[in-house]
């Protein structure tokens, strides 16, 4: 009767595990992340693109001013990525965008424009939302656009070379009761 060695059959099983482990990181490479990512930046308005995977993978786009997002607008640049995204990743996918933000525009935007848009969302007076917070912008010399979707709501905020994009998710409160 012969004896089984356990030596090379547990270095056949390592090279073996080995060769399947670089083979699924070359193919999710160059056959997912690569091409997720030039089709990415060819997004108007896209700068550029870094993309982590792990649980859950993130996607994280720098976006350009105003003027370079898809005819100017936030809402219509994060669809274009949402969708580019979730044809190639799935929809468990974190997005993150990131903008060329000041600590002026940014002070601005917590203290002030957010209480607005957070009370809009929470009494659903959507239109004396957006009256307000382009109110107060006119008054602290900001451009602003606020434009909806039935997810989300996108801010757009620029004063001189800085820009601020936010993307708000927001729920639509269904009365009654649930089981």
């Known amino acids: ?10 270095v056949v099983a390592v090279v073996v595990l080995a060769i ?4 699924w990181q070359a193919y999710q490479h160059y056959n997912l992340l690569n091409p997720l ?7 108007a308005g896209v700068q550029t693109v870094d993309i982590s995977t792990g649980s859950p993978d ?10 370079k997002l898809k005819n100017g607008d936030l809402q219509e640049t994060y669809h274009d990525i949402s969708n580019e995204i979730e044809n190639r990743l799935g929809s468990d996918v974190t997005v993150r965008l990131t903008d060329a933000r000041e600590g002026s525009l940014t002070q601005i935007f917590e203290s002030s424009f957010e209480f607005y848009i957070q009370e809009g ?9 957006v009256s307000e917070v382009n109110q107060l912008a006119s008054k602290d010399g900001i451009e602003a656009r606020i434009t909806m979707d039935n997810q989300y709501i996108y801010v757009q905020l620029a004063k ?6 936010r993307v708000i998710p927001y729920t639509i409160h269904q009365g009654g009761a649930s089981s």
Do not use: C, W
Not at 3 to 9: D, F, G, K, S
């Open 1 to 10: 009767m012969s004896r089984v060695r356990l030596l090379p059959i547990f």
């Open 20 to 23: 399947l482990f670089g083979g």
């Open 37 to 43: 990512k030039r089709s990415l930046q060819s997004v």
């Open 58 to 67: 993130i996607v994280q786009v720098q976006l350009g001013p105003f003027q």
């Open 121 to 129: 969302i929470a009494k659903e007076n959507y239109t004396q939302m």
């Open 160 to 165: 001189g070379d800085h820009y601020l994009y």
